[in-house]
Antibody, heavy 126, light 108 residues
């Protein structure tokens, strides 16, 4: 059974930092391209960023609102994805979802399968 | 950044009726478009990928069409469990992989 379990959310003051984790199981994590998607309370979905597998270069891409403040990394030995969030703003308040594309190779992934965690809430408030 | 505009914002229909949801992209995305369903308190679920392919386990009443800039999600006969929010997402080579703002499908 595939599982993505996020943790690390909570309340943080503006300007603070937080690191989210996503523990993966049930698929070959090292081959998956991983991403984070967030959803502000009562709002729509927003793509945060992506990390390719190390075999495919291990490169990252970020959405403009978080570029330079957020960093995505992975530990394939622990089957865990991370999101380091610095210089947090009130507008970063959201549920953060970890997502996986498990079937990737080269420059693309099979788009017909993706996995989502249940999300972790980050609240940025003074 | 490619902007996806979904319409209508809210769609009020009854079970058994046909639902047609629209997603328009600000630039051509070929067929690299997906549709998701989200119910309250749940993570989104992939319904359609590459504009017209149903994901595994998705009932045949869900279908997608379109290419380029105009896309449609059709639910042929609404079941009670279909009332939810639907999002489109473009997955072209243009990053970021943006989402539309969503269409809420509610019971009339």
């Amino acid at each position: 059974e595939v599982q993505l379990v996020e943790s690390g959310g909570g309340l943080v003051k503006p300007g603070g930092s937080l690191r989210l984790s996503c523990a993966a199981s049930g698929f070959t994590f090292s081959k998956a391209w991983m991403s984070w998607v967030r959803q502000a309370p009562g709002k729509g979905l927003e793509w945060v960023g992506r990390l390719k597998s190390n075999a495919d270069g291990g490169t990252t891409d970020y959405a403009a609102p978080v570029k330079g403040r957020f960093s995505i990394s992975r530990d394939d030995s622990r089957n865990t994805l991370y999101l380091q969030m610095n210089s947090l703003k009130t507008e970063d308040t959201a549920v953060y979802y970890c997502t996986a594309f498990p079937y990737c190779s080269g420059v693309s992934c099979y788009p017909g399968v993706d996995y989502w965690g249940q999300g972790t809430l980050v609240t940025v408030s003074s | 950044e490619i902007v996806l505009t979904q319409s209508p914002a809210t769609l009020s229909l009854s079970p058994g009726e046909r639902a047609t949801l629209s997603c328009r992209a600000s630039l051509r995305v070929s067929s690299y478009l997906a549709w998701y369903q989200q119910k309250p308190g749940q993570a989104p679920r992939l319904l359609i990928y590459d504009a017209s392919n149903r994901a595994t386990g998705i009932p045949a009443r869900f279908s997608g069409s379109g290419s380029g800039t105009d896309f449609t999600l059709t639910i042929s006969s609404l079941e009670p469990e279909d009332f939810a929010v639907y999002y489109c997402q473009q997955r072209s080579n243009w990053l970021p992989w943006t989402f539309g703002q969503g269409t809420k499908l509610e019971i009339k």
